[in-house]
């Protein structure tokens, strides 16, 4: 009886994985037709390819930098300026 359920239940995941990456594939389709639709309307509307270049789409680009965990281990630990008692933080 539980063999049956965990086959069940692999055979689900296996089709949301599928359904996951088809719609993956759909997705980034429909971005680079998107992307040729806009480019398309810019040049009807005499904007330049160059002018949209000075202003990235963040929207496009995640965030990938990593923190340096020192950074975050000089900010939690005090500072202190010489011979004065003053702890800078």
Partial sequence: MCGNRVEELEEQVNQLQATV????????????????????VDADMGFSPDSEAAEPDSAE?????????????????????????????
């Fill in 21 to 40: 990456d088809g719609l993956t594939d759909e997705l980034v389709e429909c971005k680079v037709r998107i992307r040729e639709l806009e480019n398309a």
């Fill in 61 to 89: 680009e995640p965030n990938t930098q990593e923190t340096d965990p020192t950074d975050e281990q000089r900010n939690d630990e005090p500072e202190t300026d010489g011979d004065s008692d003053i702890i800078i933080a």
